[in-house]
């Protein structure tokens, strides 16, 4: 999931009444909210508000019916119970030295003793959010926002401290940050924590998950059951698309690299390894330009370099 302000912006715009750390369960039920306020106009559901009440995630419906979003309010109601409201790692229910109920992790119940709940700013939030780029789901947003904001804390307290965030994405099932610079603090209080409980924490709903499935053969996501599901039956359908693409087309994308190959005398080839797949020049043989590679970024293909018999030119 690529960013997207105008999500940010809706995220903004909820009475939210409880830490920043079950902001991804929130995420998760606006993200469902949004989809189905789409798919159904003359039906439209509107959240009054968010609030933590007795250590457990609220969620206040203004109008319509319920029911369609009973099951993912119902799960990350659930969630809320061991996730730490405060910096979105997983928790457990506790009583506060003042003997108030709350979901906190053992470091964050510490700190929530000395100085009670963070000051919220959400101005100063939304702003460091808009600068750094997202390339992975919402659900994790529980764990981002309070890093993002220990690191501007760090950033105002120390001036020597250097640390900047400028990509949040998923990697390989986990959270992983793309910085220009780096610390071994930071690294230590938070990224680790995060990293650790990235693996547990769906990164579609921002509930309890765990599943670190392979969809399309391409990657590992961690989500809950849920999102497992509906992640399967989507990529299916898609393959499906995709199939059925393919097979009206083979033909003419066959048949069009043939004239291509018999335009340039240019053969496409290879056994799998030493520099394959290659180009054989079909004039002269004893050429071979090695390592064809498509860029989907740029759309365009390259060789890494050409041989005559033993001799080597690269940079091609």
Not at 19 to 46: F, S, V
Not at 70 to 98: L, Q, V, W
Not at 117 to 123: A, L, R, S, T, V
Request: hydrophobic share 30%; with cysteine.
């Amino acid at each position: 999931m690529y960013k997207d302000n105008r999500f940010f912006k809706l995220l903004k715009e909820q009475q939210i009444k409880c830490g920043y750390g079950w902001y991804g369960l929130i995420a998760g039920i606006l993200k469902y909210l949004t989809n189905y306020n789409n798919n159904h106009p003359n039906e439209q559901l509107e959240i009054e508000s968010f609030e933590e009440k007795q250590g457990i995630l609220q969620i206040k419906i203004l109008e319509g019916d319920v029911s369609p979003l009973s099951s993912i309010i119902d799960k990350a109601i659930e969630s809320s119970k061991c996730i730490c409201e405060i910096c979105g790692c997983i928790g457990e229910k506790t009583k506060s030295k003042k003997g108030k109920d709350k979901t906190l992790c053992k470091e964050c119940l510490i700190e929530f003793n000395k100085k009670g709940m963070p000051i919220k700013n959400d101005d100063s939030l939304y702003f460091i959010l808009k600068k750094i780029e997202f390339y992975c789901g919402y659900g994790w947003l529980g764990m981002i926002i309070p890093s993002l904001l220990k690191l501007e804390e760090y950033s105002l307290k120390l001036p020597d401290f250097l640390y900047e965030i400028t990509a949040i994405e998923e990697k390989w099932g986990k959270i992983g940050y793309s910085t220009v610079f780096s610390s071994d603090t930071f690294n230590n209080l938070i990224l680790n924590k995060t990293d650790k409980t990235s693996v547990i924490i769906c990164e579609h709903c921002g509930c309890i998950g765990g599943e670190r499935g392979s969809f399309g053969g391409k990657y590992l996501i961690t989500l809950c059951p849920d999102c497992s599901k509906a992640e399967r039956e989507y990529h299916k359908k898609e393959i499906e698309k995709r199939a059925k693409y393919i097979q009206e087309n083979m033909s003419n994308f066959l048949l069009e690299l043939s004239f291509l190959t018999k335009k340039y005398k240019l053969l496409i080839n290879g056994c799998g390894c030493c520099g394959s797949p290659q180009i054989y020049d079909l004039e002269y043989l004893e050429l071979e330009y090695d390592d064809l590679k498509y860029n989907e970024k740029t759309g365009i293909y390259s060789v890494d370099g050409f041989r005559n018999e033993d001799d080597f030119y690269p940079n091609f």
